[in-house]
C-alpha cells in the first residue's frame, strides 16, 4: 500500500496509467475510492493519481486544520511523483482545495475540473433552506454527542437521493468514510469554504479552468457554483443533466468526456 510522508502527514495514494499526469481530489466525508470508476476509465491514456486526504480511508488522522495545509499536501504529493504540471481533478471541497492550489502553487497545475465547490459558503447572501435546515440538524446532533449521525446528516443533505435509491450509501468511498471518519467529517466542517480565496485571487489564474454542475442541484449550490465561475476569468460551466453533487458517480459518460475534453490539455505548459 503506497504511503506518501509529508507535511507531518501520512497519505494513502495510487497510481494508474501513464502519459499526462492527473491528481484527483474527493471532497468531504469520502475517500479515493470515489474516483474508481474513472480512474479506471482514464487509465489507458492518462497518469490518474488518487489519493485519501488527512483523516480519510487509509491515511491516518489528525485530519487537516485549513484548506491552505490540504493544498500544500497537493502540492508535495505532485513534487513527491514528480507528477507536474498536473490537470487537478476535485470534487466538493475538494473543488476548494484545487483552487487553492491553483492559486498558490500555479506552476504545479495544468488545468481545473471542479465539480460543484463550494467556494465561500459561509459568504453567501441568500443560502439555500435546505441546507439552513440541515446545518441546524447537524449542530443540534453535533451538540449532543452523537457525532456519527451528525456526520450522517450532512452526506444525506449533500448527496440526496443521488444515486437514486440508496443515497450516499451507495457511492464507492462515501459509505466507508461515514462509518469510520465522522471525526473527520465533523472537523472539516469548520474549516469553511475558500473564504481567503478572494475574487482577486481567484482572478490570478491563468490555466483552463471547468466546472461541472448537475442539473437536478440544489439551488443553493448551484448559486455558489455559478458565482465561483464569475470569479475566474475564462472559466467555462457545463451543466450535466439528470444528476446532482455526485454526478461524477451517477454521470460517469459526462464526467469522463469532461476529463478528456479540457481544452487543449496535453499536459504541458
Known amino acids: 500500500m503506497p504511503i506518501a ?17 492527473i491528481l484527483f481530489i474527493h471532497g468531504t466525508g469520502a475517500d479515493s475510492d470515489i474516483w474508481s470508476g474513472s480512474v479506471g476509465a482514464l487509465g489507458a491514456d492518462y497518469r490518474c493519481i488518487a489519493y485519501d486526504r488527512r483523516g480519510y480511508g487509509r491515511s491516518p488522522l489528525p485530519a487537516g486544520e485549513s484548506i491552505s495545509l490540504e493544498a500544500n499536501d497537493a502540492a508535495a504529493l505532485l513534487k513527491l511523483l514528480g507528477a507536474v504540471p498536473a490537470m487537478i481533478v476535485g470534487h466538493s471541497l475538494g473543488g476548494v482545495i484545487a483552487l487553492d492550489l491553483a492559486v498558490e502553487h500555479p506552476q504545479l497545475v495544468a488545468g481545473l475540473l471542479l465539480v460543484e465547490p463550494p467556494l465561500r459558503a459561509r459568504l453567501q447572501r441568500r443560502p439555500d433552506l435546505s441546507a439552513v435546515r440541515a446545518m441546524i440538524a447537524i449542530h443540534v446532533l453535533r451538540l449532543v454527542g ?21 443515497g450516499y450509501r451507495n457511492i464507492p468511498g462515501v459509505a466507508r468514510a461515514a462509518g469510520e471518519s465522522y471525526d473527520t467529517i465533523i472537523h472539516e466542517l469548520g474549516l469553511g469554504t475558500g473564504e481567503h480565496l478572494t475574487p482577486e485571487r481567484l482572478g490570478s489564474i491563468a490555466v483552463p479552468v471547468n466546472f461541472l454542475l448537475g442539473e437536478l442541484t440544489a439551488a443553493g449550490m448551484r448559486r455558489l457554483v455559478i458565482d465561483a465561475v464569475g470569479m475566474i476569468p475564462g472559466a467555462v460551466l457545463h451543466m450535466v443533466p439528470d444528476a446532482s453533487h455526485g454526478l461524477h458517480v451517477t454521470r460517469p459518460d459526462m464526467f469522463i468526456d469532461a476529463v478528456r475534453s479540457m481544452s487543449g490539455w496535453s499536459g504541458e505548459r
Open 5 to 21: 510522508s509529508l507535511n507531518a502527514a501520512r497519505l494513502f495514494y495510487e497510481e494508474r496509467g501513464s502519459g499526462p499526469p
Open 146 to 166: 452523537s457525532r456519527r449521525a451528525s456526520a450522517e446528516r450532512f452526506l444525506r443533505w449533500a448527496y440526496g437521493s443521488d444515486p437514486a435509491e440508496g
